[in-house]
Structure formats: structure tokens, C-alpha cells
């Protein structure tokens, strides 16, 4: 059975941003939600403004791969059900809430050290915007739009 948009909204803020608290998954489910919405570049040619697109867009989200580095990935969306708290996230975000502080940010990744780089990803379409948690958050450049 598939998931509807809520549901699966829940399941990656949980996987991606459980641990992060409640603004760290506000951020993430901005991030996705920033990618349903963009107007321009690849989210918007690739996803077309589908959540589920954006989500099962291939390379895009460490948890919905069943293997990362040719071993089975036990932090999946499908191994994590969500919780209470996951599905009122996907719920603010659905209804169109973002968190500003992410701005218009299309990525974010945990880089495992105190320093975020300043672009991200490396071929320079995004730019560092804020820093929440363990987690670098990166607003789109002039780059971004010839993607």
C-alpha cells in the first residue's frame, strides 16, 4: 500500500531530522516542501511539484535508499514509523508553514564537523544559509537555475 502525502511527509521528517528536535524538523520539511514549490531548475523540471517526486528523486534522500555503501540501510522510511510529533510537522508544512530562518533552501546535509561548507552541493548551486542543529541548510544560487 502507498503512503499519502501526510504520511510520507512524516515518515522523512522523522528518518532525516528525528533527532534534531522540533526546528530541526521544521527545517527538513521546509527543505522538502521549498523543492515541491520552486518554480525553476532541476526540482522544478525533474518533480513538477509532487511530493512524492521530490522525495523518491533518485540520489536525493539517504532514507529511502535499502542500501547505502553496498550495505542494507537500516534507517529507512519504511523501518521508522513516525510519531505524534512527525505527523503535526508534516501537517504545518502541508498547510504551507516554512521556517524562515531556512529560507528558500533547496539542500541541507550533515557535514559531521563544527564548519558547514560554504557552497553545497559542490558544483556550487547552493549557498550556506543557516546552520540547525547538525545540519547545513543551503539557499539556491544564479547556478541553480540552469540546472
Not at 542500501?67 to 508534516?90: C, D, F, M, R, S
Amino acid at each position: 500500500m502507498a503512503y499519502d502525502d501526510r504520511e510520507l511527509l512524516a515518515r522523512i521528517i522523522k528518518c532525516e531530522a528525528g533527532g534534531e528536535g522540533e526546528n530541526g524538523m521544521k527545517a527538513v520539511a521546509s527543505v522538502v516542501m521549498n523543492r515541491v514549490h520552486v518554480a525553476y531548475g532541476e526540482y522544478a523540471r525533474v518533480c513538477q511539484g509532487d511530493l512524492r517526486k521530490v522525495i523518491y528523486q533518485r540520489g536525493q534522500f539517504d532514507c529511502v535508499r535499502s542500501v547505502l555503501g553496498g550495505k542494507p540501510n537500516p534507517q529507512t522510511i519504511w523501518a521508522n514509523p513516525p510519531e505524534e510529533i512527525h505527523y503535526q510537522i508534516a501537517d504545518w508544512a502541508l498547510s504551507g508553514n516554512r521556517l524562515y530562518t531556512t529560507g528558500s533552501a533547496l539542500w541541507y546535509f550533515n557535514p559531521f564537523s563544527p564548519t558547514c561548507p560554504y557552497y553545497f552541493p559542490y558544483n556550487r548551486t547552493g549557498r550556506f544559509q543557516v546552520r540547525i542543529g547538525e545540519h547545513c541548510f543551503y539557499n539556491p544560487t544564479e547556478l541553480y537555475a540552469q540546472t
